[in-house]
């Protein structure tokens, strides 16, 4: 990956942190996107700020790009920003996504309309303003981070199990518009990861045990982010020459059922 630029939204915690971090152990530039106000929901306002230092600490070029997805437009601006803090964007990671763990009946409007909002449409932002200089030059990567969620949905997470199932229909979509131009679009689908967005599940560590033993499959528990890194490597680098549309299953074997 030495030489790509690659901006890596959600990049502040969590999966998107190890993939900047994972990248730019590869030789790739780094835009991280993070949200301040998410950051600091999570207890971590600094967090954006540590990654940029331990991207930059790896020799590579980096530069942050703060921007809230729940705003229309957003998308684009990010990608804007990016290309004037890279000079390009060659790889682009769509990796922030919120959820609302709410019974369906109850989900309000407001809440699935935040969700489509950044779920949905700013991916469609993205990549509008992301894949026409990728075709141009003729290499890209695109990597939309997907869930177990498309294929064993969560009764509680209803609009963001629709949503991450409508960015893979996206994803293959377009996979076959631009892989004649070796711009290769790919998903890639975690299983269960002990994220910030879960820690409150892991504060009683017997229910935790629990929710591994249910969700986590074959290996039986959850993922660390840094284990998505490998295979996202993969798909964003020239290793990836021939794979397009792709849905790449990270889940320990939980999409294997019992």
Same mark, same amino acid.
């Given at each position: 990956?030495?030489?790509? %630029?690659?901006?890596i939204?959600?990049?502040?915690l969590?999966i998107? %942190?190890?993939?900047?971090l994972?990248?730019?152990?590869?030789?790739?530039s780094?835009?991280i996107h993070?949200?301040?106000?998410?950051?600091?929901?999570?207890?971590?306002?600094?967090?954006?700020?540590?990654?940029?230092?331990?991207v930059?600490?790896r020799?590579?070029g980096?530069?942050l790009?703060?921007a809230?997805?729940? %705003?229309?437009?957003?998308?684009?601006?990010?990608?804007?920003?990016?290309?004037?803090g890279?000079g390009?964007?060659?790889?682009?990671?769509?990796?922030?996504?919120?959820?609302?763990?709410?019974?369906?009946?109850?989900i309000?409007?407001?809440q699935?309309?935040?969700?489509?909002?950044?779920?949905?449409?700013?991916?469609?932002?993205?990549?509008?303003?992301?894949?026409?200089?990728?075709q141009?030059?003729?290499?890209?990567?695109?990597?939309?981070?997907?869930s177990?969620n498309?294929?064993?949905?969560?009764?509680?997470?209803?609009?963001?199990?629709?949503?991450?199932?409508a960015?893979?229909?996206?994803?293959?979509?377009l996979a076959?518009?631009?892989?004649?131009?070796n711009?290769?679009?790919n998903?890639?689908?975690?299983g269960?990861?002990?994220?910030?967005?879960n %820690?409150?599940?892991?504060?009683?560590?017997?229910?935790?045990r629990r929710?591994?033993?249910?969700?986590?499959?074959?290996?039986?528990?959850?993922?660390?982010p840094?284990e998505?890194?490998?295979?996202a490597?993969?798909?964003?680098?020239?290793a990836?020459?021939y794979?397009?549309?792709?849905?790449?299953?990270v889940?320990?074997?939980?999409?294997?059922?019992?």
């Amino acid at each position: 990956m030495a030489g790509r %630029r690659a901006l890596i939204t959600g990049a502040s915690l969590s999966i998107g %942190r190890s993939l900047a971090l994972g990248f730019a152990d590869h030789g790739a530039s780094i835009a991280i996107h993070c949200s301040a106000a998410a950051d600091r929901a999570f207890g971590h306002p600094d967090a954006a700020q540590e990654t940029l230092d331990q991207v930059k600490a790896r020799g590579v070029g980096a530069c942050l790009v703060e921007a809230d997805l729940a %705003r229309a437009g957003a998308g684009r601006d990010v990608v804007a920003h990016a290309v004037a803090g890279l000079g390009g964007v060659d790889i682009l990671v769509v990796c922030a996504s919120i959820q609302s763990r709410t019974p369906f009946v109850s989900i309000t409007a407001e809440q699935m309309e935040r969700q489509i909002q950044i779920n949905f449409r700013a991916t469609v932002e993205l990549l509008q303003a992301a894949l026409p200089p990728m075709q141009e030059r003729g290499w890209g990567r695109v990597l939309t981070i997907g869930s177990i969620n498309q294929l064993r949905p969560d009764p509680d997470l209803a609009i963001y199990a629709a949503l991450k199932s409508a960015q893979h229909n996206l994803c293959i979509n377009l996979a076959r518009q631009y892989a004649p131009f070796n711009v290769m679009i790919n998903n890639l689908s975690p299983g269960i990861v002990e994220t910030e967005r879960n %820690r409150w599940r892991r504060q009683d560590a017997e229910e935790w045990r629990r929710i591994q033993a249910m969700a986590a499959g074959a290996i039986g528990r959850a993922a660390q982010p840094d284990e998505m890194v490998g295979a996202a490597v993969l798909l964003c680098s020239d290793a990836a020459s021939y794979i397009a549309g792709i849905d790449l299953l990270v889940t320990g074997g939980s999409h294997l059922g019992r």
